[in-house]
């Protein structure tokens, strides 16, 4: 098994190490606490009943957790990487995903976002036939400074 992940603890610094072992060209900023929003169930007015907090009764329908999930910024200059964490096979992203597994455990979430370049997106352009540079729907895309007819 890989160094990084045997290490007994999880780090920011360990969860940076398992992306520079998926690719070495994408930086990672980790925050080990990120805020997620936790719906609380439908509260009674009974002291034996309702969703408690230690010793005190949580009012409201929604809570904040800081604890279960981290959130991992990721960045990258490089257009093979950039093609590898989107569609069609989402490798790196895939690759990524099997090793945070390992490393976190199931305990934690991870909310994971990619910033990159507006250069490196290709241009969008209308075709049905498959192409290294296409652009699927549902990802971000931004069009092209010049217009070719």
């Known amino acids: 098994m890989l ?3 045997q290490v007994p603890g999880r780090t920011a610094e360990g ?3 398992v992306v520079k072992m998926v690719t070495p060209d994408t930086t990672a900023t980790v925050v080990p606490h ?5 719906e609380v169930p439908e509260l009674t007015l009974s002291t034996a ?12 329908g929604v ?6 999930t981290i959130d ?8 093979a990487d950039l093609q590898g964490w989107f569609p069609p096979d989402f490798t790196l992203y895939n690759d990524l995903l099997a090793l945070l597994r ?5 305990r934690y979430d991870a909310h994971i976002s990619l ?10 352009r209308l075709t049905c036939q498959y192409s290294d540079d296409s652009v699927y729907m549902g990802t971000p895309a931004c069009w092209g400074t010049t217009l070719t007819i």
Do not use: M
């Open 3 to 5: 160094p990084a992940l």
């Open 15 to 17: 969860v940076a190490q």
């Open 34 to 38: 990120h805020k997620r929003r936790v």
């Open 49 to 60: 009943g309702g969703f408690c907090l230690g010793d005190h009764l949580v009012l409201g």
């Open 63 to 68: 809570a904040t957790d800081v604890n279960g």
């Open 72 to 79: 991992i910024r990721l960045y990258t200059e490089s257009k």
């Open 102 to 106: 390992v490393y976190l455990g199931w």
């Open 115 to 124: 910033t990159f370049p507006r250069r490196l997106l290709p241009r969008p």
